[in-house]
């Protein structure tokens, strides 16, 4: 018997893949699924309704300078109006070129904050320098401040005097960023992380998570040392990769 052959799609329904017949709540739910970066990013780029789909509020926040138009939904003028607005589980987008200013700005819920650009380097953070003499009775000053469980990727955190990230409690991810300490007279103040868990902690609830900071393929540029903890919290596995120009870190800080 000869081989049955497949009736021919109508035409104009051939090009259509099966995936494009579902409607967009339905697509805008699978995206949800994907990571920001690069998967969810790339899917942007496949045609204009994913573009729309990939890019909508409800997936992730944005935060550009300056922006180009004030009543479009999910975009925010700076990163702590951005930090207000998102609820837990929110992912915002920092976008790349020119500095952005952070300044002791608290995150009490589970978000990621990743920057725009190729490179960390594109999407620059930075911490303004405090008080003298608040440092020196050791309120530090810092760029963002950590109290639950948070991501950032692909960002350049800059402080002028303090540290770039104060972790208070909940679990840290840091992948894939520099983080700098400017050089001062105070640099013996100056730490790119200091971690305070444990110590200062004011929610109970997030004892039973625990608390720790994973540093994933990170640069770290000045400072007394790369990270200060309190509590019962120690600096552990750490790893480092020598390259021409830089010097790229692993390591956890997590419980004794």
Request: proline share 5%.
């Amino acid at each position: 018997m000869g081989k049955r052959r497949r009736a021919a799609a109508p035409v104009g329904e051939e090009l259509i893949s099966p995936v494009n017949s579902l409607d967009d709540g339905c697509l805008m739910h699978i995206f949800s699924f994907l990571s920001p970066i690069p998967d969810r990013y790339n899917t942007a780029l496949v045609c204009h309704r994913w573009r729309f789909l990939a890019c909508h509020p409800r997936l992730w926040l944005r935060v550009e300078r300056p922006i180009r138009d004030v009543m479009e939904p999910g975009v925010y003028p700076n990163l702590e109006a951005a930090v207000s607005a998102a609820r837990p589980g929110d992912t915002i987008l920092i976008a790349a070129g020119g500095t952005h200013v952070a300044c002791n700005i608290q995150i009490k819920k589970p978000i990621c904050i990743i920057g725009g650009g190729e490179l960390p380097d594109d999407t620059v953070l930075t911490c303004s320098r405090g008080s003298d003499k608040l440092s020196l009775i050791g309120l530090s000053n810092s760029a963002l401040e950590f109290l639950s469980t948070c991501k950032i990727a692909n960002l350049t955190i800059r402080a002028e005097l303090g540290c770039c990230l104060l972790h208070r409690s909940g679990k840290l991810t840091i992948q894939e960023c520099l983080l700098q300490c400017e050089q001062n007279p105070l640099d013996y103040l100056s730490f790119p992380i200091i971690s305070t868990a444990i110590e200062y902690n004011s929610f109970p609830s997030l004892k039973e998570q625990g608390h720790g900071v994973t540093v994933v393929r990170t640069r770290i540029e000045g400072g007394a040392k790369a990270v200060r903890t309190n509590g019962t919290l120690t600096l552990q596995h750490v790893r480092a990769i020598y390259s021409r120009s830089s010097v790229f870190f692993w390591f956890e800080v997590g419980e004794k």
